[in-house]
């Protein structure tokens, strides 16, 4: 069974720093695109930033220079470093990636439970 595991989550005034971590584990081959998505009350699932396996990353414009998204292919981990927190930025935060598992011939795409972020004025 394949799962991906959220950290880091919490609440924290505007201006400060979070940094989220989620860990895929498993029987894994692969993973490729790994991601975060954000859904806050009222609101639909939107994208923050995608990473491809070769570092190539890509942000929503309203986190550009903000947010950083980094992995490890190693430990099949990927990061969200969150600096600078607006109230906006207040959601539910998922982790999601494109996983190979060793008893398919597919990748098949996966979503962590999600961590709470809470950003106070």
């Known amino acids: 069974q394949v799962q991906l595991v959220e950290s880091g989550g919490g609440m924290v005034q505007a201006g400060r720093s979070l940094n989220l971590s989620c860990a895929a584990s498993?029987?894994?081959?692969?993973?490729?695109?790994m991601g975060w998505y954000r859904q806050a009350p009222g609101h639909q699932r939107e994208s923050v930033a995608q990473?491809?396996?070769?570092?190539?990353?890509v942000y929503q414009d309203s986190v550009k220079g903000r947010f950083t998204i980094s992995r490890d292919n190693v430990l099949n981990v990927v990061y969200l470093q969150m600096n600078s927190l607006k109230p906006e930025d207040t959601a539910v935060y998922y982790c999601?990636?494109?996983?190979?598992?060793?008893?398919?011939?597919?990748?098949?795409?996966?979503w962590g439970q999600g961590t709470q972020v809470t950003v106070s004025s």
């Open positions: 990473i491809t396996r070769g570092a190539v990353a």
């Open positions: 498993g029987t894994i081959l692969r993973v490729n695109t």
């Open positions: 999601s990636a494109d996983v190979l598992e060793t008893d398919r011939d597919t990748f098949r795409h996966i």
